[in-house]
């Protein structure tokens, strides 16, 4: 069974935004920027501080969604920080090294019936993370930077931290 993608947006605290594509819900552009919209409403209401003093920032990988125009226009018009991600450097989003990482290895060799099993399993994975499972995250986030940083931008073999 295909499971519909989450959408997962946090800080070293935790998760502050979450929620489920739509069955049949194509993720482009338009789509983005309503999950924009709600973030920015997730940061405002859940991180009153980052939200006043304008301290938050966006950290994407580069799917069309996220570099498209409208996106971008979005992004510029709300004052929204984006923090730049090399063209190819997957190992850089965080969702790809931690987020996914912790999902697969709770989900792998499982079976579902239903939707609503693989959505209510992918909520239990993520509740279970605490404050210090992201902190480690951004401590990797920025080794993995400081790598790329380095190498110029230049693809490097290994990994520096889970």
């Given at each position: 069974?295909?499971?519909?993608?989450?959408?997962?947006?946090?800080?070293?605290?935790?998760?502050?935004?979450?929620?489920?594509?739509?069955?049949?819900?194509?993720v482009n552009a338009i789509f983005y920027v309503?999950?924009?919209?709600?973030?920015?409403?997730?940061?405002?209401?859940?991180?009153?501080?980052?939200?006043?003093?304008?301290?938050?920032?966006?950290?994407?990988?580069?799917?069309?969604?996220?570099?498209?125009?409208?996106?971008s226009r979005f992004l510029t018009d709300n004052?929204?920080?984006?923090?730049?991600?090399?063209?190819?450097?997957?190992?850089?989003?965080?969702?790809?090294?931690?987020?996914?990482?912790?999902?697969?290895?709770?989900?792998?060799?499982?079976?579902?019936?239903?939707?609503?099993?693989?959505?209510?399993?992918?909520?239990?994975?993520?509740?279970?993370?605490?404050?210090?499972?992201?902190?480690?995250?951004?401590?990797?986030?920025q080794r993995r930077c400081d790598r790329c940083?380095?190498?110029?931008?230049?693809?490097?073999?290994?990994?520096?931290?889970?």
């Amino acid at each position: 069974m295909r499971s519909n993608i989450k959408s997962c947006f946090f800080d070293q605290k935790g998760i502050f935004h979450k929620e489920f594509v739509p069955p049949c819900q194509t993720v482009n552009a338009i789509f983005y920027v309503e999950v924009l919209k709600c973030l920015r409403e997730n940061v405002r209401r859940k991180r009153p501080d980052q939200w006043r003093n304008n301290t938050w920032l966006l950290h994407r990988d580069n799917a069309p969604a996220h570099a498209a125009l409208l996106t971008s226009r979005f992004l510029t018009d709300n004052n929204m920080t984006v923090v730049p991600q090399p063209p190819y450097s997957l190992d850089l989003a965080h969702s790809d090294f931690f987020l996914f990482r912790k999902l697969k290895m709770k989900l792998k060799w499982r079976r579902f019936q239903t939707l609503e099993e693989i959505q209510a399993e992918s909520q239990a994975v993520l509740n279970a993370l605490r404050e210090n499972d992201f902190q480690e995250c951004f401590k990797n986030w920025q080794r993995r930077c400081d790598r790329c940083q380095s190498s110029e931008g230049d693809y490097f073999e290994g990994d520096v931290g889970p």
